[in-house]
């Protein structure tokens, strides 16, 4: 692995310095009071060629890897404009499509997807299964004329009403028809308004611009075009899209950390109400040193995780120790930056308290922090199951 960026790589690790000129933290939070679709800034990412950073280029990506990917949306959120909605549609939806589409199928989404003319949402969660995806309870049953009927429900689905299409994992075969709880899972392309798919939102507390949904669909009626990847062979294309998910998020965490760092290390070194600037008091400058180290240490993990992810060798220990240790760093981060700001944290104009659910969220979303320290505990330690 190696430290150095290629100048490439240094371009897209600084572009949310450059979009951030355009769509600052200020345009993000207005989006976010107004629960709106930051339309103008994904609009601006996708014609700047960062949607499809991982598609491949012959369907209209950049053709470039995880490890580009990560410094993109460090970049991102370096500024205080994490972008989740390219999280779940950039990396949940197309690569997904780019790796286990039909021709047919990349053709139709992925160009599309890129320039932003298309948006995609992932859904996974259910009301009764949560954290257990093994229980999933969302079907998928043959017609008998090459077609299915797709019915269920899913919860805390981010972007449904904003996007064109759902990645959604279904079950071809409940868990008691099945001889490994693995077997019958099949992803389906769902167009968002198709007959039978209904959507009501769900109010979260987050500052954040991108809204979630509970999904209910009711015989929806599912064409073979719209099945990923083998009927009952979903399983396989979801265990890929887990490490991705948690080394992308890792990222989100670590520039969210640094940008709260960023905001107290300029405002402590300017407060003054003894006789120096707050910064050099030690009860503030270690916390925020602490918090610095973490970050970093952080990043390096989910560099480290998304060099091999790229290199297509095993990642899962790397990956889910970047996502526990971005999103415990991020937290102190901001923990230690809203304490030198004092009461002015708290306040909208500067914005530092609005940061702590977004970060928290990621203790809990995608997986929880207790799951993924379960993997490191049973899959990398050696440690017997509990569940
Ligand atoms: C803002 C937001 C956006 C989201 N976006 C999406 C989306 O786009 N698509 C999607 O599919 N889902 C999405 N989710 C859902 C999210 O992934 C789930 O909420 C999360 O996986 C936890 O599932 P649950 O809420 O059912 O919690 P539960 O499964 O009920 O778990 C509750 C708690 O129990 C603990 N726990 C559970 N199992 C274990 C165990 N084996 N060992 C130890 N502790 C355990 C954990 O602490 C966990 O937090 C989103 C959620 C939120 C809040």
Redesign the pocket.
């Known amino acids: 692995m190696n430290f150095n960026l290629s100048d490439e790589q240094k371009m897209i690790y600084e572009y949310g310095q450059s979009l951030a000129k355009d769509f600052d933290r200020k345009y993000w939070s207005e989006c976010a009071e107004r629960k709106a679709f930051p339309t103008e800034m994904y609009q601006k990412v996708a014609d700047d060629g960062f949607v499809g950073i991982m598609v491949p280029e012959a369907y209209g990506g950049s053709g470039l890897g995880m490890f580009e990917m990560v410094l993109f949306q460090e970049g991102l959120s370096n500024m205080g404009i994490p972008l989740?909605s390219l999280v779940?549609g950039a990396t949940?939806s197309l690569s997904p499509i780019g790796d286990h589409g039909t021709e047919e199928q990349k053709q139709k989404y992925l160009p599309a997807g890129c320039t932003g003319d298309l948006r995609f949402?992932?859904?996974?969660?259910?009301?009764d299964?949560?954290?257990?995806t093994m229980k999933t309870s969302t079907m998928i049953k043959a017609t008998g004329n090459g077609g299915y009927r797709l019915n269920g429900r899913?919860?805390?689905?981010?972007?449904?009403k904003e996007s064109d299409y759902m990645l959604v994992?279904t079950r071809n075969k409940s868990l008691d028809e099945v001889e490994r709880k693995t077997d019958g899972f099949t992803i389906v392309i769902v167009d968002t308004k198709a007959k039978g798919v209904e959507m009501h939102p769900?109010d979260?507390s987050?500052p954040?611009p991108?809204c979630?949904y509970q999904v209910f669909f009711d015989d929806v009626e599912i064409g073979s075009e719209n099945i990923l990847g083998e009927v009952g062979r979903g399983f396989d294309i979801l265990f890929e899209s887990l490490n991705p998910e948690r080394i992308i998020l890792a990222a989100v965490c670590t520039g969210i950390g640094r940008y709260a760092m960023d905001q107290a290390v300029a405002y402590a070194n300017e407060r003054v109400v003894f006789k120096g600037p707050i910064g050099a008091y030690q009860a503030l400058q270690h916390p925020l040193a602490k918090g610095k180290t973490e970050i970093e240490l952080a990043s390096l993990m989910t560099r480290k995780a998304a060099w091999l992810f790229d290199q297509k060798l095993p990642c899962a220990a790397e990956a889910n120790m970047a996502k526990y240790a971005g999103a415990e760093a991020s937290m102190h981060a901001i923990d230690a930056s809203l304490q030198c700001f004092g009461g002015n944290g708290f306040t909208k104009e500067y914005g530092i308290f609005d940061l702590y659910p977004m970060a928290r969220?990621l203790k809990?979303?995608?997986?929880?922090?207790?799951?993924v320290?379960?993997y490191i505990g049973e899959h990398v330690m050696g440690l017997p199951r509990?569940?």
């Open positions: 989740l779940v949940m949402c992932f859904a996974i969660t259910e009301p299964a949560g954290t257990n899913k919860t805390f689905i981010t972007d449904a994992v769900i979260v987050i954040m991108e979630q969220l809990t979303a995608p997986l929880n922090s207790e799951m320290l379960n509990s569940y």
